[in-house]
């Protein structure tokens, strides 16, 4: 059964520093999406991703954010300059369309 | 703004027993979906409800909507120790647009 994979599946970094989280979702996906968990939060939507465009994004998903599909596998979600509240765990997540989600393993990020 | 609401945030039940967690949503919707978490992991579809009336059911496990009252439930049966999770419910709005969940159910079930 086809999965969403996610790399790195953790990563430490510098307050201040650029991270690049990458996603490959199901190949039949049409819709994508990145949401965050803080430690022992709940799930929230940061921005959905269809026809090579941002269809909707969240308050969280500011001028520091940015996402891509640049070869038609890969999604990325790019933080520009880290900030020590951006530590989460970040899914990516796939659909074709108004059917369920389906979730990446996560990648966990701390930002020291 | 969207609120979804679950109850209740903890759960400590014996196996065997039956339980109920609720998921109360505040506005229009007709998709509801119901997920797990493991702890450290990633989430696991459960259930999608798509219509009112929707009922779902799989194993020790059943989900409804009513779309009228705004509310779902997921209905635990003689509940096993592998049941043990973090709930989470998430309404659809603007149709595949984004999920809002709510704030998850951790269930403990003891021997």
């Known amino acids: 059964e086809p999965e969403v994979t996610q790399t790195p599946s953790h990563q430490v970094t510098q307050m201040g520093q650029e991270v690049i989280l990458r996603c490959v979702p199901i190949?039949?996906?049409?819709?994508f999406y990145w949401y965050r968990q803080i430690l022992g939060q709940k799930v929230e939507f940061l921005v959905s991703?269809?026809?090579?465009?941002?269809?909707?994004k969240s308050e969280i998903f500011d001028d520091q954010f940015s996402v891509e599909r640049p070869d038609g596998s890969n999604f990325t979600l790019k933080i520009r300059s880290t900030k020590l509240e951006d530590s989460a765990m970040y899914f990516c997540?796939?659909?074709?369309?108004?059917?369920?989600?389906?979730f990446g393993p996560g990648t966990r990020l701390l930002v020291l | 703004e969207l609120k979804v609401e679950q109850n209740p945030l903890f759960l400590s039940m014996q196996e065997g027993k039956n339980y109920t967690i609720y998921c109360n949503y505040s506005?229009?919707?007709?998709?509801l979906y119901w997920y797990r978490q493991d702890p450290g992991k990633s989430l696991e579809s459960l259930f999608v409800?798509?219509?009112?009336?929707a009922v779902k059911q799989e194993g020790r496990l059943m989900a409804s909507l009513d779309t009228k009252a705004r509310l779902s439930t997921l209905h635990i049966t003689a509940a096993v120790h592998d049941l043990s999770a973090t709930y989470f419910c998430?309404?659809?709005?603007?149709?595949?647009?984004?999920?809002?969940f709510g704030q998850g159910t951790r269930l403990t079930i003891n021997p």
């Open positions: 997540a796939g659909s074709r369309g108004s059917e369920t989600q389906y």
């Open positions: 190949s039949n996906h049409l819709y």
């Open positions: 991703f269809y026809n090579n465009e941002i269809s909707e």
């Open positions: 506005t229009t919707s007709d998709r």
């Open positions: 409800l798509l219509s009112n009336g």
């Open positions: 998430a309404v659809d709005i603007q149709r595949a647009q984004k999920l809002v």
